[in-house]
């Protein structure tokens, strides 16, 4: 039998439907079938799916007589499937790629009746924006199965038809199918899963869904979005048919069909203006007639006003607030308009500024947002005092963080005048990150982008091939801002290679090594010494420091990591120093706190006193790899999410084949590799030397130095 049977319905989507096609067809080792459905469609979408059909024998097409809406097309290619599971893919949606294989895995693995997968909306400009998976499963379930009153959180889940796969037996059998009308979805996906004995999420982008400029449901403005409420009539039909065991699933339920309704009023293109207020009043029918008798769980205090507004019928209220709202939106305060003018006359101020000369002697130095001073530049400021003492080097630094610089480097505060002025006045400009898209290069300026790590994970513009690992990311700006470059610095070829592809322009490249790891290089037994009693080891303790990277695509993700469990397997001098990523919420202490040997470090100053204090660093795609492999000391990939993020995030080199050491994908992997001592073992040893090999060999103690002489000095390499 066929493992899945791809149902696409095609109505008006000549502009997508080659896109879906492939996606589906593309995917390697697919043992799919895909039923493409004609629903009468005027455009050329009936002419390619007989197109595809020609060419390759798994695809099928049925044609409808007469246009039918999507749940009948839907329902018309489900009475054709013969696979074990069946996949409403709309057509103008399309699979993320190589997710197949990962699905077909875990439908092996577990004989789900539901798998539900994740997805990413991507607007008409590419644009892509997570899910809220994330959201609502805070814990990841795995490969867990279970019944919807196990989890009923997953009813929070978006409940299209799209993001699951079905096994077709249960659909069937049950008559589950798809009923006439917009929001078909609502009256399939919940008596689906209120049916359903065992669910299954796949914590794995799979779906691109696409947000129309034109042509869907949710702009266009019709009396036949009331059609919404007939829908979550069956939803509740359904539950009232399970009796007893369907009343701990009635508070959610109801939540979410409040929710619904709110979101379709909400929304100005949809329900037409003479219509909102019969609208609202069958919200309020609704609300009064299906509300449990012990409450149900609303999120934030927004939605609790509106549901409160709704539970006494206040119209007048409700729509005024929403004008309110609108004109909020629309309308700055006070204090947001006064914040404009000052920044609108501050811009005027640097413009008169640029019309003056460069000062000859100033550099700006700034590091990641002007959070400090810190990393590659911070370490080329100090040699330059060293080397140039004639150069005045000026630190850019937010307000609040102003008081943690170092008392005798000369810094402004950014938003001020002299931020301003000195931002135009500048002869070097060196930063690891950008300076804002406003700056202008001026010619006889210098600007050094000194990057903040070695690339892992895929960067710059080849992060528009995983748009999950690049929310809002505007990329003709970027490019923008990397023209104003004229020198890029790189820790080894590889990294020049890859900075090249993800940035292009027309900027030298100064592969020198990176300053920030002089010190670790020129890093003396008193230095190490002094940076393990300031983290409160003493000799003979293992340190072991614990460094995972951010993950743009699962906001609040945390790795399976039991703290007591891992020290235990440390042994008995065991030290724990956990430092989440510094743009990463999750608290990978709360299971553990207060434990003896276990240390927060999250705040800690200075990272490569962290490295000098450890014995063992364990990380997962953090370029931290790259400087504490200059210490020659085990290193340990603990890569639990492994091939999600490198089909989410992207990166450039396989991590697992060409480890820096010894490498663990389950957290009871890397418990064993402590507790059987084998994290130097001699495969480990020799990937770590063949690391150093390729990455390492210009980090010499003299990188800082070597810029510069060859920016500031003007000396040749």
Request: aromatic share 10%; hydrophobic share 40%.
């Amino acid at each position: 039998m066929t493992l899945i049977s791809f149902v696409v319905p095609a109505y008006r989507v000549q502009g997508y439907l080659r896109e879906c096609l492939d996606s589906i067809c593309g995917q390697p080792g697919a043992d799919i079938e895909v039923i493409g459905v004609d629903d009468c469609s005027p455009d050329s979408s009936g002419e390619i799916l007989a197109e595809y059909a020609r060419r390759d024998s798994r695809v099928r097409v049925v044609s409808l007589p007469a246009n039918s809406g999507l749940g009948a097309a839907r329902n018309a290619g489900l009475a054709e499937a013969r696979g074990e599971y069946v996949w409403f893919v709309d057509g103008d949606d399309w699979l993320a790629e190589g997710c197949l294989r990962p699905v077909a895995e875990r439908l092996a693995a577990v004989r789900p009746d539901v798998l539900i997968v994740d997805h990413v909306r991507v607007d008409w400009r590419g644009a892509a924006g997570r899910s809220a998976m994330s959201e609502v499963l805070t814990d990841s379930p795995g490969t867990r199965v279970f019944a919807l009153r196990e989890r009923p959180e997953v009813i929070r889940l978006l409940h299209t038809a799209w993001n699951k796969v079905v096994r077709r037996d249960i659909l069937t059998d049950l008559g589950i199918g798809f009923a006439d009308g917009w929001y078909e979805d609502v009256s399939f996906t919940y008596p689906l899963l209120m049916s359903a004995e065992r669910i299954s999420v796949l914590d794995r982008v799979c779906v691109n869904y696409r947000q129309r400029l034109s042509g869907a449901i949710t702009g266009t403005p019709s009396a036949r979005h009331f059609e919404i409420f007939e829908h979550w009539q069956r939803v509740h039909e359904h539950l009232e048919g399970l009796g007893a065991a369907g009343e701990p699933l009635r508070p959610y339920l109801f939540e979410r069909m409040i929710w619904h309704y709110l979101i379709v009023l909400g929304n100005g293109r949809r329900v037409p203006a003479a219509l909102r207020r019969a609208f609202f009043e069958r919200i309020v029918a609704d609300y009064r007639r299906r509300l449990p008798p012990g409450g149900y769980p609303v999120a934030s205090r927004a939605d609790q006003l509106k549901h409160r507004l709704v539970a006494a019928g206040q119209w007048h209220t409700f729509a005024a607030l929403r004008v309110a709202g609108r004109a909020g939106r629309g309308l700055p305060r006070t204090r947001e308009i006064a914040r404009r003018g000052r920044t609108l006359l501050l811009r005027e101020y640097y413009r008169a500024q640029l019309r003056l000369p460069i000062e000859p002697d100033l550099a700006i130095f700034s590091a990641y947002w002007y959070r400090g001073y810190a990393c590659n530049p911070a370490a080329i400021h100090a040699k330059l005092r060293e080397l140039a003492p004639g150069v005045r080097g000026l630190w850019v630094v937010r307000r609040d963080l102003a008081g943690g610089l170092p008392a005798d480097v000369d810094h402004v505060v950014a938003g001020t005048p002299a931020y301003y002025r000195a931002l135009a006045r500048a002869r070097w400009l060196v930063n690891n990150v950008n300076f804002p898209d406003w700056v202008v290069k001026r010619a006889g300026s210098v600007h050094v982008q000194t990057h903040h790590g070695s690339p892992v994970k895929v960067m710059g513009l080849d992060q528009q091939r995983y748009p999950a690992g690049a929310p809002g990311m505007n990329f003709d700006r970027m490019l923008r801002r990397v023209q104003r470059w004229d020198y890029s610095i790189s820790s080894n070829t590889f990294s020049s290679q890859m900075w090249e592809r993800a940035y292009p322009g027309h900027y030298a490249h100064l592969e020198v090594g990176y300053p920030r790891n002089d010190r670790l290089v020129n890093a003396t037994a008193a230095d190490v010494a002094a940076a393990r009693r300031r983290v409160g080891a003493a000799p003979g303790d293992r340190v072991v420091l614990y460094l995972p990277t951010h993950r743009e695509y699962h906001r609040g993700y945390r790795p399976p990591f039991d703290p007591r469990r891992l020290l235990a397997a440390i042994g008995p001098r065991a030290r724990l120093l956990i430092r989440g990523h510094y743009l990463e919420e999750a608290d990978l202490l709360a299971a553990a706190p207060r434990t003896p040997g276990l240390r927060d470090v999250g705040a800690h100053p200075d990272v490569v006193e962290l490295y000098l204090a450890a014995d063992v660093l364990v990380t997962d795609y953090s370029s931290a790899m790259f400087d504490y492999a200059l210490l020659d000391r085990p290193i340990v990939v603990y890569a639990p999410d492994w091939e999600i993020y490198r089909l989410a995030r992207g990166v450039y080199f396989d991590l697992l084949a060409e480890p820096p050491g010894a490498v663990a994908t389950t957290f009871d992997d890397l418990v064993a590799l402590f507790a059987r001592d084998e994290i130097d073992s001699p495969a480990a040893a020799a990937a770590r030397q063949e690391f150093r090999r390729r990455f390492c060999h210009l980090d010499d103690g003299r990188a800082a130095e070597r810029v510069v002489r060859q920016v500031f000095l003007t000396e040749p390499a």
